[in-house]
């Protein structure tokens, strides 16, 4: 077998492109899930942060309150875009050259897994504070998450393949 053979154009990964339409699905989900607590739940909206941030600094951090800082929302927001850089990359890796149609169903399906480890597996074991977000409400962010991940990489994939189809700094195996 040859490897030096370059892959075909539709079946490369796109890292940059991975990274960049993570930190778009971020900014929707994270967005999504701060007017939900500020208008359903009735709180100020910056519960998340609270919840993402004590995974680093600790569970001194809690309970929530809806007092943030800058500490806190600084960590919530370094901890939420390197997990949702982390997603973008493999929703590039699964969607690859696939068609808009095959890149939604593959980003609510990943966005649904997402969301089974995150709050089914990792919360129970190391993060219990996250047991009060479950729910209809989280799920469906998870799946509108994976959704726009997955569109947002589909147009950057094709805007870098029309305009700069060789370069190898877009384009990774």
């Known amino acids: 077998m040859h490897t030096d053979t370059p892959a075909a154009p539709?079946?490369?990964?796109?890292?940059?492109?991975?990274?960049?339409?993570?930190?778009?699905?971020?900014?929707?989900y994270l967005l999504a899930q701060l007017a939900f607590a500020a208008t359903v739940l009735g709180g100020t909206g910056w519960e998340p942060l609270e919840r993402i941030s004590a995974m680093l600094l600790g569970e001194q951090f809690l309970p929530v309150t809806g007092d943030v800082n800058l500490t806190i929302a600084g960590f919530a927001l370094l901890i939420h875009f390197a997990f949702s850089m982390v997603f973008g990359r493999i929703v590039d890796v699964v969607v690859r050259g696939g068609a808009l149609p095959f890149a939604l169903g593959a980003g609510v399906l990943l966005g649904l897994a997402l969301?089974?480890?995150?709050?089914?597996?990792?919360?129970?074991l190391a993060f219990p504070?996250?047991?009060?977000?479950?729910g209809v409400t989280t799920v469906l962010d998870h799946a509108a998450f994976g959704a726009i991940t997955a569109a947002a990489?589909?147009?950057?994939r094709s805007r870098w393949q029309v305009e700069a189809p060789d370069t190898?700094?877009?384009?990774g195996r």
Do not use: K, S
């Not at 539709?10 to 900014?27: D, E, M, Q, S, W």
């Not at 504070?129 to 479950?134: L, S, V």
């Not at 190898?168 to 384009?171: G, H, K, R, V």
């Open 129 to 134: 504070w996250f047991d009060g977000a479950r």
């Open 168 to 171: 190898p700094a877009l384009q």
């Open 153 to 156: 990489y589909v147009a950057l």
């Open 115 to 124: 969301y089974g480890l995150d709050y089914w597996l990792v919360a129970p």
């Open 10 to 28: 539709a079946r490369r990964t796109h890292p940059i492109a991975g990274v960049l339409a993570g930190l778009v699905g971020g900014c929707a």
